[in-house]
């Protein structure tokens, strides 16, 4: 079955390491995105990519990185620089509209819930 | 400027009753499309449903029924009868075409609790 698969589902890190989160779709949507969620708020995008070897930053992208090396895969960096990262974070992929696509909206993968230790 | 607004921060019923759930957004695109989506515990957002802005037909879904009025900006969700199962947060959400991108705009979500 077609999907998006995020992993792990639990992740905790200690001060000053850099973590990396996987994020691995095998629907053959053009478009990737990671986004974080806080307790009682909404989603905040922090990065996207619309082709391999590139991407742009979203509204929060100060103390992440990521890479988009594949097609398949958007991993996303949690590097030390980010000052509050205990959050739930969902990745998710879609059809980029206006190419023959459908627009069928973005699949989101299960997250991965990452604590500060 | 985009922008979604969901007022409603969490909404408690008793199981059985309706519940409608508001969506107001903001765009200047002329062609948009507008979703739901549910966070149930488990933490993964599920597809309820898309609308494009062309298309302001209700739809219904065994008991989930979209109401979509471009004149107030509104694309709200009704459930009808509901069950412990529909606890969960639900977000709105929105995306435009004619920005060269595909981001979408949450809501703030609302949580539904249903209360056996």
């Known amino acids: 079955d077609g999907g998006i698969t995020q992993s792990p589902k639990y992740l905790f890190r200690k001060e000053g390491q850099n973590v990396t989160l996987s994020c691995e779709q095998n629907l053959n949507h053009d478009a990737m995105y990671w986004y974080r969620q806080d307790p009682g708020q909404g989603l905040r995008l922090i990065y996207y990519s619309q082709i391999v070897n590139d991407f742009q930053k979203g509204d929060i992208a100060e103390g992440y990185s990521v890479s988009r090396e594949k097609k398949e895969s958007f991993p996303l960096t949690v590097t030390s620089a980010q000052k509050n990262p205990t959050a739930f974070y969902l990745c998710?992929?879609?059809?980029?509209?206006?190419?023959?696509?459908?627009?069928?909206?973005?699949?989101f993968g299960s997250g991965t819930r990452l604590t500060v230790v | 400027a985009q922008k979604v607004t969901q007022a409603q921060t969490e909404i408690s019923v008793v199981e059985k009753e309706d519940v409608t759930l508001d969506c107001v957004y903001e765009t200047r695109d002329t062609t948009y499309y507008l979703f739901w989506y549910k966070q149930p515990p488990s933490g993964e957002l599920v597809f309820l449903i898309r609308?494009?802005?062309?298309?302001?037909q209700n739809e219904i879904s065994g008991r989930y029924s979209w109401n979509f009025q471009k004149s107030t900006s509104s694309f709200n969700f009704t459930i009808t009868a509901s069950q412990v199962v529909d606890s969960a947060v639900y977000f709105c959400a929105l995306t435009g075409t004619t920005s060269g991108t595909y981001k979408y705009i949450f809501g703030t979500g609302t949580r539904l609790k249903v209360l056996a």
């Open positions: 609308r494009n802005s062309f298309d302001e």
């Open positions: 998710a992929s879609s059809f980029i509209p206006g190419q023959g696509a459908p627009n069928y909206g973005y699949t």
